[in-house]
């Protein structure tokens, strides 16, 4: 599945403007757009996945099944809206004989440059840095380098489980943080949680890991 939702319209030299980026996901995994689309998508994915209910399913079962899949589905959903995000990803469909509790949240950040502050050769990484650090995280594990020409950004911790916030187990978190070309002062942020198979340091917690890497390794902007 290529997901090419987001649009920006920003000029690059004489390259063709980006004007929003593509990802390829596996076809278990269903993108629903937050700013515009939301609730056409939102109820495909339940429509889709009540189709998968098997058949011999007892009836009354199916019921309480449809309205917590959907409950939850939802209330993810308004999570990410209300955190101002583009687009949400969510595994709909098992992986194998394995079902994953993870999704990828993507939102774009901006950081102000004040009037006549001079650009530094190492101030957008140090920029990065300081946008994720405003949610006090501490004791995460940061590296630089580049994504599809652009300076990149990796964070990587876990986050404890925070039951009045809806997380009742503790989740890896590892976010990407990407300039957008011809824009130093806005960035591209993609945020993958998963709870593993019940510990965030567990060996399906490693393998969805280095599968969100290779993904991003695969990022390209989409222009013109």
Known sequence: MQAEPARWAERVGD???????RIILPDQWAQ??????TEEAVRRIL???????????????????????????REAVGQAVQ??????YLPVKPMGDCSIGASILVSESLLPRRQGQP?????????AVRLLS???????DLSAGEVDGALAV?????????SPQGAVLASRRVEYMISVPGDPDRWFVAAFSTVGGGS???????????????????FRWRRG
Request: charged content about 35%; proline content about 9%; some cysteine.
């Open 134 to 140: 405003r949610d006090g995280v501490e004791g995460a």
């Open 32 to 37: 629903a757009p937050l700013r515009q689309g």
């Open 200 to 218: 965030p340091r567990d060996e399906l917690a490693d393998v969805l890991v280095e599968w969100f890497d290779a993904l991003m390794a695969n």
């Open 83 to 88: 955190s101002g995000a583009l687009d949400l």
């Open 47 to 73: 429509d889709d996945a009540c189709a998968r209910i098997p058949a011999d399913t007892p009836p009354d079962k199916i019921g309480p099944y449809k309205r917590e899949l959907e409950r939850r589905f």
């Open 15 to 21: 390259e063709a403007p980006v004007t929003g980026y």
């Open 154 to 162: 990796r964070r990587e911790h876990v986050a404890k489980a925070d």
């Open 119 to 127: 650009q530094s050769e190492g101030e957008p990484t140090e920029a």
